[in-house]
């Protein structure tokens, strides 16, 4: 019986479109699916989700086609009984894939592990064109080819340790031919399971396919549904506590926000409306400074309460070329609030300093530095994929459905604190959460309408392209193109817009949930971003305002109306003012004060320090250890290479005037002298870092 074109066409159709979103499937589980449940950090954000579901359309839009040109070009093949034209075409169509997934291989660049994976395509298209196991009639073949493929990419990119680049092609193929015998394996046992089950013609296809179709589900939407219930059941319900009820205590760290750049701190653009609005019921402290000049120093120093001569997190040039995780021994904000009662949380986007290697979370007792699974990044690099992330790369990374974020975004953060919230709205223990948000770090998230700043260059917009010449910016001293200054001025602007935005939405949801009176919030920054500023664009390269003015906000629970606050105090603050306000003993070892406190040390001296190390991408323009001494409006700036600079920030606040050769602070010198000849100074091993760590810190600038 002769089949109909419009038949033919209709089912080669249809086999395209499964054959297709076999490949689509094999991929997910290879790319998501399986990391999600491997790793409990890793999950897929909304961009994620989106891009999947993009992804999947594409492949389905493009199996249809290819199903069609095979429907067409089998006219000859009409005479077939149904089940054979379809063999025939699904065998045709997988074919096309073949093609399509060597294409791509094909004309990507020389790399090692390209020619293991571009010999498997013809490896399997024989078995194909063969019918290995007479399995390509049963549905489960292109999932089998698939499998076979996109194993074959992996291990071609994978880094085979202590074993020769020869090496390379036969252990692939091998395992490539392995992997496509167990799949026609199991396939041909499942054939004849499903017709002792059901002997019926009808019944066994539908069984086949019914098995498919649930199996399909599971895997999509499994591990995203095991990921959202083990947020929600990371912590248990906090007990009741007897007595007047703790104050709760929300920590916020911005990562890379500098002061002079939110409308609060008196910015030309008011992109703080949030933030200004919360400054009704808080107090604005305007000469507050980072410890250091990096996410590692500078959140030791605010969990600790010390300088970092003390706490020694920070990068070493011999011993710790990346940087010394926090020592175990000192008492950090986590787990004096913990002997204190307090529940302890956190929900931090920077995955590579505040991750568990360096130990600033360690003492809390729930906390979670998930990662966002890139689409399309390098281990997916001979995928099919990664095609369609090369026709999107020079789109900016907020309008990129496909752009793979090393880093959760603030609206991320925001969804799992408010699981954690949710579950003390109604208890009278108190808790201390710790957020940190990343999107004004680069490469600077502004999504949608917070794009919306002049200045922005396309031009500019390419994430590997940019990355590479920010290198040659801070590492050669190349100076800056022309426009990029402007450039990266909007895409920060409107990434401080965004986190202030979702901070909006933080202090909205607090208030819906009875949480707002009695709590307290602290907003402040680790450090500053250069944005241009002395011929850099990023940070620790100086301990310059640009790198160590930061922001702090705090809302006291139970003290209404705003307040500004102009008296000088830094991150070694935060911890005795937290003491102070939950009513826990002052620490004497501390040396900072309570910020409730600062009225009554007006001649102050406050420090910042800013370190380096071998692995310092800015380490050859910047080979030196500064220190930064700050007493009233009066700054000195002294370097281990010998240059010392000296600004009134009161008549100069962009440190444009040194004044040390006509005015020599005598004072200031003496005073470093002795605060480094009396502060302890931590050494030790050198700290090993695996290459998941090193990927992390090389995304985000920190390595060459």
């Known amino acids: 019986m002769n089949i109909t074109r419009r038949d033919g066409l209709f089912h080669a159709a249809v086999n395209g479109l499964e054959v297709w979103m076999s490949y689509a499937l094999v991929e997910y589980v290879v790319c998501a699916a399986a990391p999600m449940l491997l790793h409990r950090e890793k999950f897929l954000d909304e961009a994620g989700w989106r891009g999947t579901a993009i992804l999947f359309v594409i492949y389905g839009v493009w199996g249809i086609i290819m199903g069609l040109l095979a429907g067409l070009s089998m006219d000859a093949a009409r005479d077939l009984p149904l089940v054979e034209f379809e063999r025939r075409s699904r065998k045709l169509i997988i074919l096309l894939m073949l093609a399509a997934f060597g294409g791509n291989l094909a004309l990507l660049p020389a790399q090692s592990g390209k020619a293991a994976a571009l010999l498997t395509v013809p490896l399997v298209a024989i078995a194909v064109i063969f019918d290995l196991g007479k399995a390509a009639s049963n549905p489960g073949f292109p999932a089998a080819v698939a499998g076979t493929l996109v194993l074959s990419a992996r291990l071609a990119v994978f880094n085979w340790k202590n ?131 990096i996410t590692l120093t500078s959140h030791a120093s605010i969990f600790t309460g010390q300088y970092p001569q003390t706490h020694g997190a920070y990068k070493q040039f011999h011993d710790y070329p990346h940087g010394r995780p926090l020592p175990k021994g000192i008492p950090t904000m986590a787990s004096l609030l913990n002997s204190a009662g307090y529940r302890s949380m956190a929900v931090a986007a920077n995955t590579s300093y505040l991750g568990p290697d360096w130990g600033l979370l360690r003492d809390f007792e729930a906390s979670w530095t998930p990662a966002p699974l890139g689409l399309v990044d390098a281990p997916h690099a001979y995928l ?36 954690l919230l949710d579950r003390f709205s109604g208890h009278e223990a108190p808790f201390f959460l710790f957020l940190n948000y990343m999107d004004a770090h680069w490469p600077y998230y502004a999504p949608g309408l917070f794009d919306a700043y002049p200045g922005r260059d396309d031009q500019f917009t390419g994430n590997e392209k940019e990355s590479n010449m920010r290198i040659r910016i801070d590492c050669e001293g190349q100076l800056l193109p022309r426009g990029y200054h402007d450039h990266v001025v909007s895409q920060y602007d ?3 817009a965004f986190l202030d935005f979702q901070i909006g939405e933080l202090v909205q949801h607090l208030k819906k949930s009875g949480l707002f009176e009695r709590t307290m919030i602290i907003i402040t920054s680790d450090h ?60 004497p070892q501390l040396p900072g004060v309570s910020l409730l406190r600062l009225n009554s040390t007006p001649e102050r001296v406050i420090f910042a320090e800013r370190h380096y190390g071998p692995s310092d991408a800015f380490n050859p323009r910047f080979p030196e250890v500064q220190y930064a001494v700050y007493q009233g409006s009066s700054k000195l700036i002294s370097s281990s290479s010998g240059g010392r600079e000296l600004y009134d920030l009161a008549n100069d606040p962009d440190e444009t005037a040194n004044l040390y050769a006509t005015d020599r602070p005598l004072a200031l010198e003496g005073a470093l002298r002795e605060w480094i000849r009396r502060t302890p100074s931590l050494s030790a091993a050198q700290h090993p870092l695996d290459q998941e760590e090193m990927k992390h810190l090389r995304s985000l600038g920190y390595l060459q």
């Open 163 to 293: 074993l020769p680049a020869l090496m390379t092609v036969p252990l692939t193929l091998l395992a490539a031919s392995a992997s496509l015998l167990a799949a026609v394996l199991a396939i041909r046992l499942a054939s004849r399971l499903a017709s002792k089950v059901c002997a019926s013609r009808f019944w066994s296809p539908v069984l086949e396919h019914g098995v498919i179709a649930a199996a399909t589900l599971t895997i999509v939407f499994g591990p995203g549904a095991v990921s959202s219930i083990n947020a929600q059941m990371k912590t248990s319900a906090p007990p009741a506590t007897a007595g007047k009820p703790r104050p709760n205590i929300i920590l916020i760290t911005l990562d890379t926000v500098r002061a002079d750049h939110m409308g609060i701190y008196g910015y030309a653009r008011q992109n703080t409306p949030n933030l200004k609005e919360l400054l009704k019921e808080s107090t604005l402290y305007t000469d507050f400074v980072s410890a250091s000049t």
């Open 384 to 419: 099919l994929r990664s095609l369609l992330g090369d026709m999107l790369q020079d789109q900016p990374a907020a309008n990129n459905p496909l752009y793979s974020s090393e880093t959760m975004h603030a609206d991320g953060v925001n969804r799992r604190a408010f699981l």
């Open 494 to 496: 409107g990434a401080i």
């Open 528 to 587: 500053g971003e250069a944005l241009g500023d002395r011929g850099s664009v990023s940070h620790n390269v100086s301990v310059h305002q640009d790198q160590i003015h930061v922001p702090l906000i705090i809302k006291y629970p139970g003290r209404g109306g705003p307040s500004r606050v102009g008296d000088l105090a830094g991150h070694i603050d935060l911890l005795p003012t937290i003491l102070e306000v939950a009513g826990l003993a002052p620490q």
